[in-house]
């Protein structure tokens, strides 16, 4: 029906061998690449991620002050954070309002935290 609508010379150069293998041609080079590639791993978070060290320890009052060497980085209060010795023990601290740069206050959970511990959300 095409071919009928069209200007004689139309048909001619649509019909032509040229124009023929030329439309087939790019289109057996493009359809390996249309779509079959593998899904993408989407990127994992880093599971911990340094925030600073135990700078002072009141066991009496079970809180620490975190220094976190920097005012770039502020945690919420309320977020969980881990702190871990060189020897392998392990205190769960809970952030605190109270704060004055670069150091925050944080309450202890569990665990005995040690002055110079690293401290990872």
């Known amino acids: 029906m095409l071919v009928n609508l069209l200007a004689p010379t139309m048909r001619c150069a649509l019909l032509s061998p040229i124009f023929c293998l030329t439309t087939f041609g790019v289109a057996a ?7 079959c590639a593998s899904p993408k791993k989407k990127a994992s978070a880093p599971t911990h991620v340094h925030i600073g060290q135990v700078a002072l320890v009141n066991q009496e009052k079970r809180f620490v002050l975190i220094d976190l060497g920097s005012n770039l980085y502020l945690p919420e209060p309320g977020l ?3 702190s871990d010795n060189g020897a392998g023990g392990v205190a769960h601290l809970k952030t ?7 150091f925050v206050a944080a309450d202890i959970i569990d665990g005995t935290p040690m002055t110079g511990d690293q401290v990872n959300r």
Do not use: A, C
């Open 29 to 35: 080079f493009l359809f390996p690449f249309s779509g």
């Open 96 to 102: 605190t309002s109270e704060q004055k740069r670069p």
């Open 80 to 82: 969980v954070l881990t």
